[in-house]
């Protein structure tokens, strides 16, 4: 069988102006980068995707969702949405050690299920103290989170990685992906299109344990120099 091909256009990688067809032998090995933007800490590893969940039809904007989201009211570890366009969100999450993630979020539905596509700015590589050379290897990818309700608290789900690993496990065409690692380190990067990325997410959405334990976040509420 031929390899199979993955085209990325020069908006994936506008950091590089880069625009190539890359087989999977070679992706696989580019794909290893993709830890380095995986979400971890309060949502653990998640999946990732190549291509975005939404079409642009798809979106939707809730102002609601603007403002510092946290676990508890003391937490440092937030969530802090803007408002960067008409339907795109600018996200910067911030851990615990104070390390942050700056992320073009687009809040979407499918049917009657709302969900939010982070996709990371190009700050992080512009900042890197790396060469261009080293920097051109490194893809952007999407990620999705169930989001079951914003008011009066965000509560948001992942797809769950140790289930993902255990269906496709099972069920290998089920929808293209790459597996980078082994075992419980294993990434799954979904390489599908769109639509076929669209239609597995909706298939499972009522699939038991496909998606993982809720986030439960809360507005921060900000102080005042008068509360001070």
Request: aromatic fraction near 8%; proline fraction near 4%.
């Amino acid at each position: 069988m031929a390899a199979e091909t993955l085209s990325i256009d020069g908006s994936n990688l506008s950091w590089a102006k880069v625009g190539a067809r890359v087989t999977f032998p070679i992706m696989k090995k580019i794909l290893l980068a993709l830890v380095l933007v995986a979400l971890c800490g309060l949502i653990g590893c998640i999946p990732t995707s190549i291509n975005p969940l939404y079409t642009g039809q798809d979106l939707v904007f809730d102002p609601a969702l603007i403002g510092v989201w946290s676990e508890t009211g003391d937490s440092k570890e937030t969530w802090a949405f803007e408002k960067a366009g008409d339907t795109v969100y600018k996200l910067v999450y911030t851990e615990n050690d104070g390390k942050t993630g700056h992320f073009e979020a687009h809040l979407l539905k499918l049917g009657l299920t709302q969900f939010l596509d982070l996709f990371p700015d190009e700050s992080g590589i512009e900042e890197m103290d790396r060469s261009g050379f080293y920097k051109v290897h490194l893809l952007r990818t999407h990620s999705f989170l169930r989001v079951a309700q914003i008011e009066p608290a965000l509560q948001m789900a992942p797809l769950d990685l140790k289930w993902l690993r255990e269906f496709l496990g099972k069920h290998p065409k089920a929808i293209r992906h790459q597996k980078i690692g082994e075992g419980d380190d294993a990434q799954i990067v979904l390489t599908a299109s769109t639509p076929e990325v669209r239609k597995f997410v909706e298939k499972h959405l009522k699939t038991k344990g496909a998606f993982g334990e809720p986030i439960n976040l809360k507005r921060k509420q900000i102080e005042t120099k008068s509360q001070k």
